[in-house]
């Protein structure tokens, strides 16, 4: 059983995403002016997999779902790097987002199994988020930190999403999941209409893994296309 409003707000967080990197493609390389609109976008995505991950272990404490969660996401995430690492100069993803999916999806079941107090999820995450803050007063001649917010200097890449401060997000998740659906029932009324609006971004929530790795080369080909056509118009001048 899926829950519309997690379908929803994911679905208004997919849409968030494709204007940002529509955008981001656009003013590329020009794109710290809308850099900052990121952080919001990829926190509600990591919010909502956080009270995801809560329900699903409420109905199912299965550690074989888990295992194969994370390995089919970091078989995604392999493919993320060698594609980058090929088409890009620089800034190849080496620890993106679908990386961070796919370690927490091994590292949250033994959370979600042994701890039990939803405060040790509130106190915890806001550690890890000031973790992560502090590790960026960090860096080491290395890669092998990376994943964990420690990088070398002057490292780039365009998805990068390590465990601290991430993982604090992903725990404040599951802290509202056993707020709000505990045991994984929902514990309030939802007023949200059944309408066509809602359906659009509910489909779009349901399947917003396809919709990441789809939605940047359509972009890029729309303007490829835009950018022909206007050479051609330009050409017929």
């Not at 955008?23 to 809308?34: G, K």
Request: charged fraction near 10%.
């Amino acid at each position: 059983m899926r829950y519309l409003e997690i379908d929803f707000a994911r679905g208004i967080a997919v849409t968030l995403m494709i204007v940002y990197h529509f955008a981001f493609d656009i003013y590329f390389p020009n794109y710290s002016r809308i850099i900052f609109f990121a952080l919001p976008i990829a926190s509600s995505f990591i919010l909502i997999s956080g009270i995801c991950l809560y329900i699903s272990y409420s109905r199912r404490k299965s550690f074989y779902r888990f295992f194969k969660r994370g390995v089919k996401l970091f078989l995604l995430s392999l493919i993320i790097t060698v594609l980058t690492f090929v088409l890009l100069e620089k800034g190849f993803i080496i620890f993106g987002i679908l990386h961070f999916f796919a370690l927490t999806s091994f590292l949250i079941y033994p959370f979600l199994k042994y701890i039990q107090n939803k405060f040790f999820y509130l106190l915890f995450g806001i550690f890890s988020i000031a973790l992560g803050a502090l590790f960026l007063n960090f860096s080491l001649n290395s890669y092998y930190f990376i994943w964990l917010g420690i990088t070398p200097k002057n490292f780039f890449s365009f998805d990068y999403f390590p465990l601290f401060p991430w993982f604090g997000i992903l725990l404040l998740g599951v802290f509202l999941g056993k707020i709000f659906y505990p045991n994984g029932k929902r514990s309030f009324s939802s007023n949200l209409p059944n309408s066509k609006i809602v359906r659009a971004f509910s489909f779009l929530g349901k399947h917003s893994l396809l919709i990441y790795f789809l939605h940047q080369p359509i972009i890029i080909l729309i303007l490829s296309f835009a950018n022909l056509t206007n050479l051609i118009s330009f050409l017929k001048i």
